[in-house]
């Protein structure tokens, strides 16, 4: 008889003498890395074999690896009644009972696995820039201040808080406001200026503004300015700052949050709702989180082409009926020239957009009542 390889041995859970509650000293090979569904009739053994054998033997083994120390809290569990039982794995076991059909229940919410996941991303991993690959880094303000103090010494330096990033406006009574705290100068757009009574920008354009709080030349004996320089900047900037190297324009950023040291692009310290699909922090902005988003089959509202509005072009509205919508369209129809007898193949896009989607133009709609036409500005 040829030997079992060891390949054999661990691609199968075995089950061997099971005799828990209503099991008559059974045999079962269950094949791993398999989908498995036990069936069979009520009170055939199906719960006895799933959670009272293999799921009890796998948790008892899982609690003997505690030491004697945290299993006196424990307590001790019972080995079921089999002869053997091998190739188990760590094992999960959801409650056997009936859940609510909720689109966010997964096997990993509902047996709690999840949560150590958002905790292990949150506390115990390592955060990479999307632009760069780099690795972000997170500095304290005493870090900054001897970083700062270390790179730059000797060199003449500009300390700039950022305000504004990549938005459009012409931030008049930011600039006064800033003027009013005693700061002179500002970077807009990569140039400093002076703030000037009544300075705006172009409201129409995008743009970056940073406040200069300090000019200096790195020096020892200034460590204390650079200190206090630092603490305004990051109190300006809510916890980001950037450094411009008056000789090389070489800009340097730095952040009490988590920051892609090259292009300074930051992020809030993750926390375990970031990483949950449940919560608006974590969840796509696009599905909410249910991995799958509601869109609208065009070819079912308008399932003919070559049927007009009065026939049920329109699958939704039906065929032709003297209400409000219909009436509606008919305008809509005087000003792109099309009437409810054109198939709507044939009706303009723009047009079809606005029968669909709506607008905001205006549109006369004429209705006509007990020998009485009133008209009404559709907007």
């Not at 828990?20 to 719960?47: A, Y």
């Not at 800033?178 to 140039?191: A, M």
């Not at 995008?206 to 900047?233: G, Y």
Request: aromatic share 8%; proline share 3%.
């Amino acid at each position: 008889m040829a030997k079992k390889s060891k390949i054999d041995n661990t691609d199968k859970l075995e089950v061997l003498g099971a005799r828990v509650h209503n099991l008559k000293n059974i045999d079962v090979s269950i094949p791993r890395n398999k989908f498995v569904v036990i069936t069979g009739l009520s009170g055939s053994g199906k719960s006895s074999l799933a959670f009272d054998t293999i799921y009890a033997e796998g948790q008892r083994r899982y609690m003997e690896t505690f030491s004697a120390y945290a299993r006196q809290f424990i307590g001790n569990m019972e080995r079921p009644d089999v002869d053997k039982i091998s190739g188990l794995s760590p094992v999960i076991s959801i409650e056997q009972k009936s859940v609510n059909k909720n689109p966010r229940s997964t096997v990993g919410t509902i047996t709690e696995v999840y949560d150590f996941l958002r905790l292990l991303y949150a506390r115990a991993s390592k955060a990479y820039s999307s632009n760069t690959g780099e690795e972000m880094v997170q500095y304290t303000e005493e870090q900054i201040t001897k970083l700062i103090a270390e790179g730059f010494s000797g060199k003449k330096i500009s300390v700039l808080s950022p305000l504004v990033k990549g938005r459009k406006g012409h931030y008049r009574d930011l600039f006064e406001q800033i003027r009013q705290q005693g700061f002179l100068k500002v970077r807009v757009d990569s140039e400093i200026q002076e703030i000037s009574f009544g300075l705006q920008l172009d409201r129409y354009k995008v743009h970056d503004i940073e406040v200069v709080i300090d000019r200096l030349i790195v020096k020892d004996k200034d460590i204390e300015r650079i200190r206090r320089t630092v603490n305004t900047a990051m109190r300006m900037g809510k916890g980001s700052l950037l450094v411009i190297d008056e000789e090389s324009s070489e800009v340097r950023h730095f952040s009490s949050k988590l920051m892609c040291p090259t292009t300074g692009l930051s992020y809030d310290v993750p926390e375990p709702k970031t990483f949950s699909f449940n919560s608006p922090y974590g969840a796509c902005e696009k599905c909410n989180g249910l991995g799958y988003v509601k869109e609208v089959d065009i070819n079912k509202v308008l399932p003919d082409p070559s049927l007009n509005i009065k026939r049920g072009g329109i699958a939704p509205l039906g065929e032709y009926k003297s209400n409000w919508v219909f009436n509606q369209i008919e305008a809509i129809g005087l000003k792109y020239g099309f009437t409810l007898s054109t198939p709507v193949g044939d009706i303009g896009e723009k047009a079809l957009e606005t029968i669909l989607h709506g607008s905001n133009q205006t549109f006369e709609v004429k209705k006509e009542y007990l020998g009485i036409t009133s008209s009404y500005t559709l907007s």
